[in-house]
């Protein structure tokens, strides 16, 4: 509620914009007009609220369903962090599920890390989200009752506010905001102490837009949270991958290729198992502009292990080297080639064969798009 003093006793007596000429003080009985410059800055503030959109203080279904209902909050919470995750749950789900060849570890934890990232955030997210609400809450409570049965007042103008017998909310007849006047908040906001101002105008300017600019606030700092947890989340998954990348380790032996007659030559595709017997053919750099079916029943496609390269001799990028030795990379499930005078592994599906090499498997034609 808010108060002016009264000029003849000096005690706080309420006031409210919708009666800027009203004052009534309780102690010693003075009627009249309200002291000093209030009456102006009533007026002044009541001109604030008129020419301030009313919705700005007013709120939606949704958001008086957060802030009468943890519950409500807590599951629009964890639907949001569902949404953020299911893209990183699909791939880990693809790569852990896919039938045939070695299980890539690497791309399991680098789906696996960003699910932990949102969890860890996420738990701080919701505690946050929580206390961010009990104080938009708060902010948004009716002036309680100054004695038990009067009504509770406006938190924008003052007002007297239309005594409901179970509804969460009110909306002011005079400034159309939206009040909180549950019970439960109501008492947990303690005694209705008359907030005496020095400036109507400021302060009631201040809580024209009330609803907007406190949920606002509130949602600023999840939203932040978000920008850092999900950049952060993309590049500890990215460290992790390349990490396991980079490491060598024994070749995978179950790792299969298969060749194709492609127009750069019989060049190596990794065979992948699909769901329902199929196998898609997985081409590597060699297939720059080339184009290869990659979608084969298993049973039409000859394969061979990548064992069968060592010591052939190989076209990578316009080279003919020979394979000197074969590794696998730390978890991945992929082979690499160590050609003879190359600086760098390179993946077994990113040659060809050299010209008279013998092929370990027999090439499979396929139509290339022109
Ligand atoms: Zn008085
Ligand atoms: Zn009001």
Redesign the pocket.
């Known amino acids: 509620m808010y108060a002016a003093r ?6 706080p ?1 309420p006031v409210q914009l919708a009666a800027p000429d009203r004052f009534a ?1 309780g ?4 009627r009249g007009a309200p002291p000093g410059q209030a009456s102006a800055q009533l007026r002044e503030a009541a001109s604030i609220l008129t020419r301030t959109d009313a919705r700005r203080r007013q709120l939606s279904t949704f958001q008086r369903r957060l802030l009468t209902s943890d519950l409500f909050g807590t599951l629009v919470y964890l639907a949001a962090c569902a949404a953020v995750l299911l893209p990183f749950a699909g791939c880990f789900a693809l790569s852990a599920f896919t039938p045939g060849g070695p299980v890539d570890w690497a791309a399991l934890l680098m789906c696996a890390t960003p699910v932990l990232v949102v969890l860890t955030f996420g738990a701080s997210g919701l505690l946050f989200l929580r206390s961010r609400l009990a104080r938009v809450r708060a902010q948004l409570a009716a002036f309680p009752p100054p004695t038990p049965g009067a009504p509770a007042a406006c938190h924008v103008c003052g007002g007297p506010l239309a005594a409901t017998s179970d509804a969460a909310f009110v909306r002011c007849a005079f400034c159309r905001a939206d009040n909180l006047v549950s019970p439960r908040v109501l008492a947990a906001l303690g005694d209705a102490r008359a907030r005496v101002l020095e400036d109507f105008t400021g302060e009631v300017g201040r809580r024209s837009a009330i609803a907007r600019q406190a949920f606002r606030s509130a949602l600023r700092g999840l939203g932040l949270g978000a920008l850092v947890a999900a950049p952060l989340a993309c590049c500890l998954g990215a460290s992790v991958f390349s990490v396991m990348n980079n490491i060598e380790t024994e070749p995978y032996e179950d790792a299969e290729y298969a060749l194709v007659d492609a127009p750069a030559g019989r060049c190596v595709t990794r065979v992948r198992g699909l769901v329902g017997g199929n196998v898609s053919l997985v081409t590597g750099d060699w297939a720059r502009g080339a184009s290869v079916t990659t979608r084969r029943p298993r049973a039409e496609v000859p394969v061979f292990r990548a064992a069968a390269l060592a010591g052939m001799r190989v076209r990578h990028e316009g080279r003919e080297a020979r394979v000197a030795r074969i590794t696998g990379t730390g978890g991945t499930g992929e082979n690499r080639l160590h050609l003879e005078g190359a600086p760098r592994a390179v993946p077994v599906q990113d040659v060809c064969l050299a010209d008279g090499a013998p092929s370990p498997a027999p090439p499979i034609p396929v139509r290339h798009r022109r």
Request: glycine share 24%; hydrophobic share 10%.
């Open positions: 009264c000029p003849e006793c000096g005690r007596g003080c102690a010693c009985g003075y």
